[in-house]
C-alpha cells in the first residue's frame, strides 16, 4: 500500500467513525397510539436522538407540544404550560440518556392528543419531531381484571390463583386486592410492551368444602378513582379421604369372599350329596339282587 492509498484509508476510516459519533440525524421514537383511562395517568415512553456530540443534561430543554407548537403541555418554565394541563404533566425520562418520556396525570376525556416531543439545545439548535406524534384513546372505564384457576379445585389442596390487568400508567400502577385472604397475595408490574404494562396478582389459599360454589373475587384499583372487579366461581372436590378408598375396598372384598364361602359350601354339599346318591344307588341295586336271589331259593325250597 503506497503513502496516498494507506492516507486515504486513514480518511475514510476517520468518515465512518464521525459519521456515526456525530452525524446522528433528529430521531425520535414514540408510541403512536396508547389507550388512556380518564381520571388515571398515562405515561408517554420517548427515546430521542440528536446530532452532534452526547450533551450532558442541562444543556438540553425537552418539551411536549400539541399539534400547534404554542400549544404548550410539558416545558421546565411551568408558566409557558397552557391553563389546562398545568401541574398535570412531568418529564419522567432523562433528557442526558436521550429519554424523553412523559407522564400525563389526572388524565381528561379530552387529552386526545396528539403530542409531539420538540428538542431544544439552547443557543444552538432545536427540532420539534411533529411527523412522530402521539395520539390517546381515552378510557370513560377500565376493563375488568382476569382470573385465572386450576379446572378442579380440592379439599385441602392449596393452589394458586393468577388475577391480571393492563394499564398505561406504570408510574402509579393499580393495586389488586383479593375478597379472601389477599395479604399473602404477590404482585408483579411488567412491561408487556406497545406502552402497556400488566399487574398480576398471585394469591395461594386452601379451598375447603364450604368454598364449593361460592365466588372469589380481585378489584383492580387504578390511580384516580376508578376500579373495577372480575370474579370465578370456586368448585371444590371432596378430600380424597383414606376412608373413600377404605369402603369401597372393603365391600368389594367383602362381596368376594361371601360369593366364595357360598359357591365354596355349595360344592361341598353337592359333592355329599352325589356320593350318597351314589352310593344309595349301588346298595339300591345289590339289595334288589339279594331280594332276587332269596326268591329263587325260595322257589326251589318250595320244590318237595
Ligand atoms: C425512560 O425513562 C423511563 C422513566 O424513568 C423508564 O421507565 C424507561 O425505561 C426509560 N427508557 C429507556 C429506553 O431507557
Known amino acids: 500500500m503506497g503513502t ?61 407540544h400539541k399539534k400547534e ?25 432523562d433528557l442526558g440518556q436521550k429519554n424523553c418520556t412523559l407522564e400525563i396525570d389526572k388524565v381528561k376525556d379530552h387529552d ?20 412522530n406524534c402521539v395520539s390517546l384513546s381515552m378510557k370513560l372505564k377500565p376493563a375488568t381484571p382476569t382470573l385465572e384457576q386450576r379446572e378442579v379445585l380440592e379439599d385441602g389442596v ?18 389488586i386486592t383479593w375478597s379472601r385472604g389477599h395479604k ?36 383492580a384499583s387504578f390511580h384516580g378513582s376508578e376500579s373495577s372487579t372480575g370474579h370465578i366461581r370456586l368448585y371444590v372436590k371432596r378430600k380424597a379421604n383414606i376412608l373413600h378408598v377404605i369402603i369401597p375396598v372393603v365391600a368389594v372384598l367383602g362381596t368376594a369372599i361371601l360369593f366364595g364361602g357360598v359357591c365354596f359350601f355349595m360344592t361341598k354339599k353337592y359333592k355329599q350329596q352325589i356320593q350318597e346318591l351314589q352310593s344309595r344307588d349301588s346298595n339300591g341295586m345289590l339289595s334288589r339282587l339279594s331280594r332276587m336271589s332269596h326268591r329263587i331259593r325260595s322257589v326251589d325250597w318250595n320244590f318237595p
Open 4 to 64: 496516498q492509498a494507506r492516507f486515504l484509508f486513514c480518511w475514510l476510516c476517520l468518515q465512518v467513525i464521525f459519521a456515526t459519533v456525530f452525524s446522528e440525524d433528529w430521531e425520535v421514537e414514540v408510541v403512536p397510539k396508547i389507550d388512556a383511562l380518564v381520571s388515571s395517568c398515562v405515561v408517554l415512553p420517548c427515546t430521542f436522538k440528536y446530532p452532534g456530540e452526547q450533551l450532558p443534561y442541562s444543556r438540553l430543554r425537552g418539551i411536549w
Open 69 to 93: 407548537m404554542h400549544d404548550i403541555i410539558y416545558h421546565e418554565d411551568k408558566t409557558l404550560i397552557v391553563d389546562s394541563f398545568k401541574g398535570r404533566t412531568k418529564l419522567l425520562g
Open 112 to 131: 386526545n392528543g396528539p403530542f409531539c416531543f420538540r428538542a431544544e439545545i439552547p443557543n444552538y439548535n432545536k427540532f420539534s419531531f411533529v411527523k
Open 158 to 175: 392449596p393452589t394458586t390463583f393468577k388475577c391480571f390487568i393492563r394499564h398505561t400508567c406504570p408510574s402509579h400502577p393499580p393495586t
Open 184 to 219: 399473602d397475595a404477590i404482585m408483579k408490574n411488567r412491561d408487556i410492551g406497545h406502552a402497556t404494562w400488566e399487574m398480576e396478582s398471585l394469591l395461594t389459599f386452601t379451598p375447603t368444602e364450604d368454598d364449593d360454589h361460592t365466588y372469589l373475587n380481585c378489584t
